[in-house]
């Protein structure tokens, strides 16, 4: 909440002054952001074709793009 104690309302967001949320894992073991990046990393090298054991030749980045059609999901 605004004060720095853990509570599970999530009404204190919108409390004056407002409160925040935790990291995913909770106040010890936050790791925040560590899952996106994880997922990223799969996907940007992963599905592209290009991953770490590669051999180094040139500059090793590598580009996925995901595109959805709205279309599809209505």
């Not at 073991?29 to 991953?51: N, R, V």
């Not at 054991?53 to 999901?73: E, K, N």
Request: no cysteine; net charge negative.
């Amino acid at each position: 909440d605004a004060t720095g104690l853990p509570t599970d309302d999530p009404g204190t967001l919108s409390t004056r002054p407002p409160g925040t949320l935790l990291p995913t894992g909770g106040a010890d073991h936050g790791h925040k952001g560590y899952a996106l990046a994880l997922m990223i990393e799969a996907l940007t090298q992963g599905l592209s074709g290009l991953g770490r054991a590669d051999p180094p030749s040139g500059w090793g980045a590598s580009v996925f793009v995901q595109a959805f059609a709205p279309d599809a999901f209505a």
